[in-house]
T-cell receptor, first 109, second 112 residues
Framework: KNEVEQSPQNLTAQEGEFITINCSYSVGISALHWLQQHPGGGIVSLFMLSSGKKKHGRLIATINIQEKHSSLHITASHPRDSAVYICAVEKTSYDKVIFGPGTSLSVIP | EPEVTQTPSHQVTQMGQEVILRCVPISNHLYFYWYRQILGQKVEFLVSFYNNEISEKSEIFDDQFSVERPDGSNFTLKIRSTKLEDSAMYFC??????????FGPGTRLTVL
């Protein structure tokens, strides 16, 4: 069983829709990260969370430590949001991180 | 805006050859990382480097791999005797106090 799982694996949305991507993990963590991988392969860090909720523009990330679950929400989705969104967890320290399989999002105009 | 750079963008090599992948982290960063992503698979942690030594490495990072910071700016990943399964995108990243890191654009390694 993978230590970090994401759902859905693939997601297609109409422009303007509210999108939720889920991440669940089975290990104790010190922090959780959401990353965005562009179609060209480049990776950008979006959020680092250890509790609660963070917001940046149209992106919102939440984490529930007790339930070992995090969600990434995108409000008013746009075609430029099309990318793979990756959840990654730090087990004990920032040194060794485990990546989820990614959720491929396609936003259609 | 400062960025992590990697060279080359694509490296093609024959099985058994040595390759060196180069990275220039952001200048005031202290923590350096290498990751790889085999085509169609998830990103995997390889190694982290701080204060001129390896601070953590994964099971993937075996004796055929080594990292070096030969001068004040470059951070290199050497693969001594490449295998077909080493074909992947290799990402370098750097950060000031740890995560979240800034990622480089990646080097695509193709082993024939």
């Amino acid at each position: 069983k993978n230590e970090v799982e994401q759902s859905p694996q693939n997601l297609t949305a109409q422009e303007g829709e509210f999108i939720t991507i889920n991440c669940s993990y089975s290990v104790g963590i010190s922090a959780l990260h959401w990353l965005q991988q562009h179609p060209g392969g480049g990776i950008v860090s979006l959020f680092m969370l250890s509790s609660g909720k963070k917001k940046h523009g149209r992106l919102i990330a939440t984490i529930n430590i007790q339930e070992k679950h995090s969600s990434l929400h995108i409000t008013a989705s746009h075609p430029r949001d099309s990318a793979v969104y990756i959840c990654a967890v730090e087990k004990t320290s920032y040194d060794k991180v485990i990546f989820g399989p990614g959720t491929s999002l396609s936003v259609i105009p | 805006e400062p960025e992590v750079t990697q060279t080359p963008s694509h490296q093609v090599t024959q099985m058994g050859q040595e390759v060196i992948l180069r990275c220039v982290p952001i200048s005031n960063h202290l923590y350096f990382y290498w990751y790889r992503q085999i085509l169609g698979q998830k990103v995997e942690f390889l190694v982290s480097f701080y204060n001129n030594e390896i601070s953590e490495k994964s099971e993937i990072f075996d004796d055929q791999f080594s990292v070096e910071r030969p001068d004040g700016s470059n951070f290199t990943l050497k693969i001594r005797s490449t295998k077909l399964e080493d074909s992947a995108m290799y990402f370098c990243a750097s950060s000031t106090t740890g995560y979240p890191p800034f990622f480089g654009p990646g080097t695509r390694l193709t082993v024939l």
